[in-house]
């Protein structure tokens, strides 16, 4: 059953690969969102206005300057104080929106949590920081890719992001536009910490007097951290789980032949432990149920886009040229940069799979072909 694909946001540029965050597909059978996934809240919060969920779950949504125009963030009610989830994007209007909240708390911030890179959770971690004096939680995986990102350290760096695209078969002047693009990361996440406090895989953070255990994801970030709290029966999926659309998942210039749509998939499945009541607070969309349902759908969705690939693959082709298989339709430049990490991810993760081999023709160009 393939499942429609729509182009949102964004304008982060990566590197080595699109800025992971940042393309995303809608992934819906139809018209209408599955009726086996349960959406319990009808309403959702204004900018700068929080609605409390569950017992000590507050939900905040920030405005996003792209075509997916929001993202979730959350208050932990953490004893004397809040916990923060997720910072939203370094620009004015959610800084406003910050300064709005937290003028309306009667108890201080106590930790920001961040639960990956990429600049709509990352990008006012430091200014939250400053402003509150709360520390900031994160793996180090995230810390280190946002500080290589931020500084375009070579293979996260748009150079290294074009060249690698190049060598994909993506065209001269798509190349050019996207390296006239310059380091755009930077735009969303105006500064860093410089510390932090790192957490690993079954780490548990005690806030509010209630355990939530890390869960590290990846694939669409190097070390993503989700939150569960067996108790509340939630859990804080940030972009692994997400109700409507699929996450972008690329490669790094710096890791050329890596799956991370492996990856991804694997991590994914992992969420299908969880009971099916627990309420997945996702990055973007509503709030849901029903965890199982949608981790099949989302893995039938990327088989489906394999299987799109394989069927094109009878004849050596490159990522550039398969680019219209998986996005039937004219793309502008940001959404070129998410098509082609995506393509090269899904590609490269057929080859995993022994199903295409690829190889650089005499032109310098990688191209694919299904294995005998």
């Known amino acids: 059953m393939a499942e429609e694909t729509k182009f949102s946001k964004s304008d982060f540029a990566g590197a080595g690969n699109a800025s992971p965050k940042t393309h995303v597909t809608e992934t819906r059978k139809n018209t209408h969102m599955s009726p ?19 017992p000590g779950v507050h939900w905040i949504r920030m405005p996003l300057p792209f075509a997916l125009d929001h993202i979730n963030l959350w208050l932990l009610e953490d004893g004397d104080g809040f916990a923060i989830v997720d910072c939203g994007y370094g620009i004015e209007s959610t800084q406003e929106a910050w300064e709005a909240i937290l ?61 690698q695209f190049r060598r994909h078969g993506l065209d001269e002047a798509r190349c050019e536009a996207l390296g006239s ?68 998942v690329s490669v790094f210039a710096a890791t050329p032949d890596d799956d991370p749509l492996g990856r991804f998939l694997d991590s994914i499945r992992g969420f299908k432990q969880l009971p099916a009541a627990t309420l997945v607070l996702p990055s973007h969309g509503k709030p849901f149920r029903n965890i199982g349902f949608r981790v099949d759908q989302l893995v039938e969705h ?61 032109d310098g160009i990688i191209r694919f072909i299904k294995s005998n």
């Open 36 to 54: 086996q996934l349960e959406y319990p809240f009808d309403t959702q919060p204004g900018t700068g206005e929080t609605s409390c969920i569950a």
């Open 103 to 163: 003028g309306k708390l009667d108890k201080p911030v106590t930790q920001i949590i961040v639960t990956h890179c990429h600049p709509d959770h990352l990008g006012l971690a430091q200014w939250l920081a400053e402003k509150t004096g709360a520390p900031v939680t994160m793996t180090l995986g995230e810390f280190l890719a946002g500080h290589a990102l931020w500084n375009q350290l070579p293979g996260y760096d748009v150079p290294s992001m074009v060249a």
């Open 181 to 248: 693009r310059g380091n755009a990361y930077k735009r969303g996440v105006p500064s860093l910490p410089a510390s932090y406090r790192r957490v690993i895989a079954g780490d548990v953070l005690n806030i509010g007097g209630q355990d939530w255990q890390v869960i590290i994801g990846h694939g669409h970030a190097p070390e993503h951290m989700a939150l569960h709290c067996e108790a509340a029966g939630i859990l804080i999926s940030g972009d692994m789980l997400l109700p409507r659309i699929s996450t972008n």
């Open 302 to 362: 990327h088989d489906d886009r394999c299987a799109e690939l394989l069927a094109a693959c009878t004849v050596p082709r490159s990522s550039g040229e398969l680019l219209s298989t998986l996005f039937p339709r004219e793309l502008d430049t940001h959404q070129v940069m998410f098509a082609m990490g995506e393509a090269i991810a899904h590609l490269n993760h057929l080859v995993r799979k022994r199903e295409v081999r690829g190889a650089a023709g005499d």
